[in-house]
């Protein structure tokens, strides 16, 4: 099946949805809207339990490892600092 055989279906399936909702909120207004309305919640809170399980079961990454300081990196900024003054 091509794209455009799958996206006439999916428009024509969304139609025929929107009808039978239609028709379904102009017969059984109260039942309709409670589904609706719990479908809805659902949805967001299924997202958010989603989520928190992905953050309660992702192991934290691995801090990194401090350098051992050799005394290396501050002469660096002391000759970068002199290398940028201006000579008299």
């Known amino acids: 099946m091509n ?4 996206g006439t279906l999916l428009m024509i399936g969304a139609i025929g949805i929107l009808a ?8 059984f207004t109260i039942i309709v809207l409670a589904i609706t309305a719990f479908i ?36 660096k900024k002391t000759e970068a600092a002199s290398s940028t003054e201006p000579a008299e």
């Open 3 to 6: 794209d455009r055989t799958t």
């Open 20 to 27: 039978l909702y239609s028709y379904g909120l102009y017969q």
């Open 40 to 75: 809805a919640v659902a949805l967001v809170l299924g997202l958010v339990g989603w989520i928190g399980y992905s953050i309660a079961t992702t192991s934290p990454p691995p801090s990194p490892e401090p350098e051992p300081s050799t005394g290396q990196h501050e002469d």
